[in-house]
């Protein structure tokens, strides 16, 4: 089977603690990317984790 890729769009807690070491407990997933509403963050984030490819990290943008 092939591997379905995944992005994050938070660096919440709950995203940090629950949800991501829930997801690497499966052979079949690859999390590529995590965003933030601040780049800053992200890029934080991709860099504690190094799961992440932080070159695919970024922000998004809010109205």
Excluded: H
């Excluded at 092939?2 to 992005?7: D, L, P, R, T």
């Excluded at 933030?36 to 860099?47: E, F, P």
């Amino acid at each position: 089977m092939n591997k379905v890729a995944w992005g994050v769009l938070s660096t919440a807690n709950i995203g940090m603690a629950r949800v991501i070491p829930a997801m690497r407990q499966s052979a079949l997933r690859s999390i590529d990317a995590i965003f933030s509403r601040s780049l800053a963050s992200a890029r934080d984030a991709a860099q504690i984790d190094a799961i992440f490819r932080s070159e695919k990290s970024g922000q998004w943008e809010t109205p």
